[in-house]
């Protein structure tokens, strides 16, 4: 099956600052998302994208699928942002694959 | 609140139990997908329903069972419980069956094995 891999693991803001999670996959795609995991477990989409460019509010995802990899960004972090961020894909088949996630930590 | 109902939020029981887990999908959503979260093992895809019949089926045990009923809700029942089925278990929705979808998850159902 398709293998994601999410960069970095780990990553520690300060309050304010910008940061670029990169999510890499094997294949072509029809689905990419992107998901926030907050500290309660919740899984809340922030992006649909299995190409091109888009934004909402301070995040904003770029998918290069011929090169086949998205960026994620999120600029001027807050507290809120703290959390688990997933990338997800699907091929021709039924499921998305999950990353192993990137585990943001803001602090204040 | 994403439209994607799950019951119950948590769920304490003890080892060689059954539970049910429930599902409403978003209004005007066919399919219904299953996923496990657990520590060592991350988001695994369980199985899948489209308009009440299974489509794909991916790492599910054969203690678990699904169905998906007329209304579209769906069931997850687990059964023989054991240590290792403590787990969120997600429950989402989409219009489409495959191909290009967006997936819409619950709350998820926090479940703790005793």
């Known amino acids: 099956g398709i293998q994601v891999e999410q960069s970095p693991p780990d990553l520690i803001l300060q309050e304010g600052a910008n940061s670029t999670l990169r999510c890499n996959f094997s294949?072509?795609?029809?689905?990419l998302q992107w998901f926030h995991q907050n500290p309660w477990g919740q899984l809340i989409n922030l992006f649909y994208?299995?190409?091109g460019t888009k934004q909402n509010g301070r995040l904003s995802a770029t998918t290069v699928a011929t090169e086949r990899y998205s960026l994620l960004y999120i600029s001027s972090s807050q507290t809120t942002d703290s959390g688990v961020y997933f990338c997800a894909v699907n091929t021709n088949d039924y499921k998305l694959s999950f990353g192993a996630g990137t585990t943001v930590t803001v602090r204040a | 609140d994403s439209g994607v109902t799950q019951t119950p939020k948590h769920l304490i029981t003890a080892t060689g139990q059954r539970v049910t887990l429930r599902c409403s999908p978003r209004s005007g959503d066919l399919s219904v997908y299953w996923y496990q979260q657990s520590l060592d093992q991350g988001l695994q895809f369980l199985i899948q329903?489209?308009?009440?019949?299974?489509?794909a089926k991916g790492n599910i045990l054969e203690r678990f069972s699904a169905q998906q009923f007329p209304d579209l809700h769906s069931e997850l029942n687990l059964s023989s419980l054991e240590l290792g089925d403590s787990a969120l278990y997600f429950c989402a929705s989409s219009v489409f069956s495959s191909g290009a979808n967006v997936l819409t998850f619950g709350a998820g159902s926090r479940l703790t094995v005793l």
């Open positions: 329903y489209y308009n009440g019949e299974e489509r």
């Open positions: 994208i299995p190409s």
């Open positions: 294949d072509s795609v029809n689905n």
